[in-house]
């Protein structure tokens, strides 16, 4: 895996966020709905693909791009935003945001690294989306609860629930371009 998987990876999840908060901003339910719902889990297949090193049949390439949308699409259904809970609705981001790690790199280990190793493939994936959702999942708690009502309030917690796309789809590239080599995963300070 080619280490610009780490900077377009990270660029991608900005392009969300900031999107996203742009949506919010001006009310454009569309906009958000779609960056936030469906085309990131695409979008992000499409990018490992496009770095990716390996050679394989189309139907290789489309099972795995039509994978990571589905289970993307299936964890943000899962997280249920419109539920009343609000500490229901905080863990199941961090459950939903951490199995989604899982399944990807599994299904990125199973079609493209053909080895599945229990660390890389389970272990480290798991605390990348838990971590990474941790912000949003904060934000979305305090997004629910009353007496966090106005304008600058809402576009701060936004931030914090948006704030969920760089940082997963950033760690979880670094992820990938590290686990790829045979390296063990190491934070980069």
């Known amino acids: 895996m080619q280490p610009e998987l ?9 392009s969300f966020f900031i999107l996203c908060w742009i949506g919010m901003y001006f009310d454009i339910g569309l906009l958000v709905i779609l960056m936030s719902h469906f085309l990131p889990g695409l979008a992000f297949s499409l990018i490992i693909l496009h770095y990716s090193e390996y050679t394989d049949t189309i139907f290789n390439r489309f099972l795995f791009i039509f994978l990571l949308t589905v289970i993307y699409i299936l964890a943000v259904f899962f997280v249920d935003l419109r539920s009343d809970n609000k ?23 199973h079609f493209y690294a053909l080895k599945i190793k229990n660390n890389a493939t389970f272990i480290y994936p798991f605390f990348i989306g838990l971590l990474s ?57």
């Open 6 to 14: 780490k900077k377009a990876g990270f660029f991608l999840g900005l």
């Open 87 to 109: 500490m229901a609705t905080a863990i199941r981001l961090l459950i939903a945001s951490s199995v989604g790690a899982v399944l990807l790199k599994a299904c990125y280990d």
């Open 133 to 189: 959702s941790i912000p949003a999942a904060i934000a979305i708690y305090f997004y629910k609860s009353p007496g966090w009502e106005g304008t600058l309030i809402n576009m701060l917690l936004y931030t914090g629930i948006f704030s969920i796309f760089p940082l997963w789809i950033y760690l979880m590239s670094v992820l990938i371009v590290k686990t790829d080599h045979g390296q063990d995963f190491e934070p980069e300070y």
